[in-house]
């Protein structure tokens, strides 16, 4: 009967394929659109659901083109199934009222057309096992990416975005296609199946090493992530959302499968992913505390938790390489049920952040706040979220970095000090600066009073909206309070990323796992307690409510509160991106003076971005070669078909 | 073995005593050290029971800026802190709950508290509250790393990532740690002074906004809201001070009389914690990171010392 999940997960594929062509019909066309694609989410989700739930793997073997071409749906897909068709179907809910299907111009159908393609491909690249069709649903994923990301094409941000990004996965493609070619010679054809048994060979650190290029620009990793705040601040929220909780992640189930396949993890390689990680987590926290833009910072807390899960995947390779079970389960573990948590509170905040934009029409932060007032229910269900990208309990961010701190101790303990200290040392760091950029966040948006006119009439949206952010909202706490029952899902998927691991989570994490249930249930009911305990007293008449005790000082007004930028200044200015602008006060009576800051990535924009203008330029050389005359392209055919039959005539000498 | 057991439900019981009706009498008794150094009678040392007992009784007064969030400081503080005092040993008598990994729900239950404190001082919209809240976190981010550094030493000593095995088994003059023990000791002090916003850090009782640290922070609340801020912060000056007393106290002969060190230590950190307050001015809110950066370095060294 396995093989019905496959059948699902395919028959969802489809589903979606055909609800993007029907959605560029418009009308009632694109309502049914939309109705097969939730459909097909629920039937990817059941499927998915049930090969993590102990199904066994179900395999497909077919020929396409005379090719031979295997689908297999085994735990590992599913995990990364999941996340992908719960924020899907629920993003695709949520873009009905977010971005209506006439407005303006037709940009509305040729976003639900492109946003069908990507979640087919997608599904498409967690169940294929065979080198060439993997780049070609690899390359179809990326390219209805950069269309979703220039939606709003006739805006020249935008436009940069997307060109950048398209570059980028461009340059990740290419790594990856020498990957494929490296790794159908190592496999002996182009069908994934794990090398079992062959002993470990030099070619698998290059293998390693080009998927980790590849893949590691998709992950957004340091330094490839200098495409992504760009891109996915620039797509419409419920897109950013799919980008950020789920498209970043297929550079880890990359990583993942193809190590998977590989006989033995070299040694080493998985220490400098751990090092790589922590790097990467902290750098994109720090800049994530610089930002103006909230639909930037949430791009930048990815880049944060794609270290993380990268720290997570190190320390499992470290594990593989060094036949330890116990971090190969903490490492893979941990780093599986942050992709879960990344996916659901970022899924939950982008919806959020979109539900603000909506209102407000800006991106900047600045001008917002007292939101909380107006829109109270979006207030309300992003809360959780806000909690849980700062890695606090009860919520279940916590857990899944609880699991990667367990794995850095042991580490600790079996004499891998320095890597283990470093990642420590960052990930306590990651969650103290998260904590500063999330109540930033939070506050500034939300707290407090308007800062201008953008955010003083705003209110709540419409219940498709909410429900999907309600929905994730339960789920980050759900997540929390009963990951004892994911145990057994993440021992069947480790078993998988690492052949031949003993399951370890559930005998060695159940017990303490429980008691840290036990104790969030406590520190829940004691907060129930306590806000019972207030709410009993005689509570006075709003109407007479006063104002915020100002220290004596009667005349505040809403400017004076304190501002994103002035929170973070004693952080922001340590950053190499940031630049402020203030001239000097001169004299007794200074005249007004402006001050404004600007924020830039290190890598992207200080240090790719000249360098390319600099390289574009020196390309420019080519162009001598396009003269515009059809004679001489004719000649180019010319030459070209004479290279060939020479090349035809000498092939046998020259090859010997 | 009824025996054990009817012994285990005593120190359980002593346990919640201790957290739940004991916490308050800490800041009363670094109260009255410092008004006998001023040579002063000073308020009783039950001041604070007093106040406490008066705040419940009185309507609070909610700004009209406010939200829902803004409860959820003085809330998120005393369910955090009641919580994690179940985490740590007192004495040397094991904690009510402990379990590998323990000591990182520890220090998350404190950041979720001033999370939350930070989110309900920045919900009045007060400038002087956002000045209090960009304070807290940035000296909180420089204490976190003193503290995390000594737990990754005691981790390595201990071999268990459990606070009640990391401390419970420590003590000054038990062993061969005893360098690196000084040395976290000197740093958790650092970590202790300023998450309890004492001197040299914060003044509890100063009066001038501008140079509040966590004061500031709850300049709105009243009644019964901040009844439970004064109750979360003595709550955490308690945690605090085992956190550093498991350290100090060497282990004795018999349990009770390890209570008996514990009770008088926590007495004896209050009379210290005083006289440093007596002795010394509160630094240049500049010098504060300076400060707090030795604790980082006290803390690291001993970890390095655990290395070679």
Redesign the interface.
């Given at each position: 009967m396995h093989m019905l999940d496959l059948i699902l997960v395919l028959s969802s594929i489809g589903a979606w394929a055909v609800s993007g062509l029907m959605s560029l019909g418009g009308g009632w066309k694109a309502r049914l659109g939309t109705g097969l694609g939730v459909l097909g989410s629920l039937a990817a989700g059941v499927g998915a659901i049930r090969a993590l739930a102990g199904a066994p793997p179900a395999t497909l073997n077919v020929h396409l083109w005379g090719l031979p071409v295997r689908f297999e749906l085994d735990a590992l897909s599913a995990a990364f199934l999941v996340p992908l068709h719960l924020i899907g179907g629920l993003g695709l809910l949520y873009g009905r009222e977010y971005w209506p299907e006439d407005l303006p111009k037709g940009a509305g159908r040729t976003l639900r057309f492109f946003y069908g393609t990507i979640i087919a491909s997608m599904s498409l690249v967690f169940v294929v096992r065979q080198g060439i069709l993997f780049l070609v649903v690899w390359e179809l994923m990326a390219v209805s990416a950069f269309f979703l990301v220039s939606t709003e094409h006739e805006r020249a941000d935008v436009r940069r975005a997307g060109w950048v990004y398209l570059v980028s996965t461009h340059l990740g493609t290419l790594a990856l296609t020498a990957m494929v070619i490296l790794l159908g010679h190592r496999l002996g054809g182009f069908p994934w199946a794990p090398l079992r048994g062959a002993s470990p060979a030099a070619v698998d650190g290059w293998i390693l090493l080009l998927a980790f290029l590849g893949f590691g620009f998709k992950a957004g990793v340091f330094p490839l992530h200098f495409w992504l705040p760009g891109a996915h601040a620039s797509a419409p929220s419920h897109v950013s959302a799919i980008l950020s909780a789920v498209m970043l992640k297929t550079g880890i189930y990359g990583l993942l499968r193809v190590s998977s396949l590989l006989p033995a993890i070299p040694r080493g390689i998985g220490g400098t992913l751990l090092a790589l990680g922590a790097f990467t987590a902290v750098f994109g926290i720090g800049n994530a505390l610089a930002q103006r833009d909230y639909k930037r910072l949430l791009a930048y807390s990815s880049i944060e938790n794609l270290g993380v899960i990268a720290m997570g995947v190190g320390l499992g390779w470290t594990g593989r390489a060094t036949h330890d079970p116990w971090l190969v389960a903490l490492g893979f573990g941990g780093a599986l049920f942050h992709v879960w948590n990344h996916a659901v509170f970022k899924g939950l905040l982008f919806f959020g952040a979109g539900s603000v934009l909506h209102a407000t029409g800006t991106r900047d932060m600045e001008v917002l706040?007292?939101l909380?007032?107006r829109m109270?229910r979006t207030?309300?269900w992003i809360?959780p979220g806000v909690?849980a990208v700062?890695?606090?309990?009860p919520f279940n961010a916590?857990l899944s970095?609880?699991f990667l701190?367990?794995g850095l101790?042991a580490a600790?303990?079996r004499g891998y000090?320095w890597s283990a200290?470093v990642a420590?040392?960052a990930l306590?760091?990651t969650?103290?600066?998260a904590?500063?950029a999330f109540?930033r966040f939070?506050?500034v948006l939300?707290?407090?009073?308007p800062r201008s006119a953008a955010g003083q009439h705003a209110h709540d949206p419409s219940g498709v909206m909410l429900a999907p952010m309600a929905a994730l909202a339960i789920l980050c706490l759900a997540l929390g309070l009963g990951s004892l029952l994911l145990l057994p899902m993440l021992d069947r998927v480790v078993a998988v990323i690492a052949p031949g691991a003993k399951p370890m989570l559930v005998s060695g994490m159940g017990?303490?796992l429980a008691?840290?249930t036990?104790?969030e249930v406590?520190?829940?009911l004691?907060?129930g307690l306590?806000?019972a305990?207030?709410r009993r007293?005689?509570?006075?008449d709003?109407a007479l409510?006063?104002?915020?005790?100002?220290?004596g000082y009667a005349a505040?007004t809403?400017r004076?509160?304190?501002t994103g930028s002035?929170?973070?200044?004693?952080?922001s200015v340590h950053l190499p991106g940031v630049r402020s602008h203030m001239r000097r006060i001169k004299g007794l009576f200074p005249k007004p003076l402006r001050f404004r800051t600007e924020v830039q990535d290190a890598m992207g924009d200080l240090l790719v971005a000249p360098r390319m203008a600099a390289l574009a330029e020196r390309l420019l050389w080519f162009r001598r070669l396009q003269p515009g005359f059809l004679s001489v392209y004719l000649l180019y055919v010319l030459l070209t078909l004479l290279g060939v039959f020479l090349w035809m005539l000498l092939r046998a000498q020259v090859l010997g | 073995m009824p025996d054990a057991l009817l012994t285990r439900i005593l120190h359980l019981l002593m346990h919640l005593l201790t957290v739940v009706l004991l916490a308050p009498l800490i800041p009363g008794l670094i109260t009255k050290v410092k008004a006998r150094m001023a040579g002063r009678v000073g308020p009783p040392v039950f001041q604070l029971y007093y106040d406490l007992a008066k705040l419940a009784r009185k309507q609070a007064v909610y700004s009209r800026t406010t939200t829902w969030v803004f409860l959820l400081g003085p809330v998120g503080t005393v369910a955090a802190m009641l919580a994690a005092s179940l985490l740590v040993p007192f004495g040397h008598t094991p904690a009510p709950v402990a379990f590998e990994g323990d000591v990182i729900l520890f220090a998350y239950l404190l950041g979720l508290s001033r999370f939350l404190t930070v989110l309900s001082a920045l919900d009045t919209g007060s400038s002087f509250e956002g000045m209090g809240a960009a304070r807290e976190v940035a000296f909180a981010a420089l204490a976190e790393p003193a503290l995390f550094l000594g737990f990754a030493a005691l981790a390595k000593v201990s071999g268990s990532t459990s606070l009640t095995l990391m401390l419970g088994s420590l003590g000054v003059g038990s062993g061969a740690v005893t360098a690196p023990l000084i040395l976290i000791i000197a740093g958790w002090s650092i970590v202790y002074l300023a998450e309890n916003s004492r001197i040299p850090v914060d003044d509890p009782t100063t009066h001038l906004e501008l140079t509040m640290i966590h004061e500031v922070m709850v300049l709105d609340h009243s009644g019964r809201p901040f009844a439970l801020v004064l109750y979360g912060a003595s709550l955490k000056l308690l945690v605090l001070s085992a956190l550093l007393l498991d350290l100090m106290l060497p282990k004795a002969a018999h349990a009770w009389q390890d209570w008996a060190r514990f009770f008088v230590g926590l007495g004896g950190l209050a009379g210290v914690v005083g006289l440093v307050e007596s002795a010394t001015a509160r630094f240049q809110m500049t010098h504060v990171p300076r400060f707090l950066v030795a604790g980082i370095l006290a803390s690291a060294f001993a970890f390095l010392l655990l290395l070679v």
């Open positions: 706040g007292g909380a007032a109270p207030a309300w809360f909690l700062a890695a606090l309990p916590f970095e609880w701190y367990r101790f600790l303990q000090p200290v420590l040392v306590a760091l969650g103290g600066l904590a500063v109540a939070y506050a939300f707290l407090g009073q017990r303490d008691w840290i036990g104790l406590l520190l829940l004691l907060g306590a806000l305990w207030i007293s005689p509570r006075p709003p409510a006063p104002p915020t005790w100002d220290c505040g809403t004076m509160q304190y002035s929170f973070a200044d004693g952080w | -």
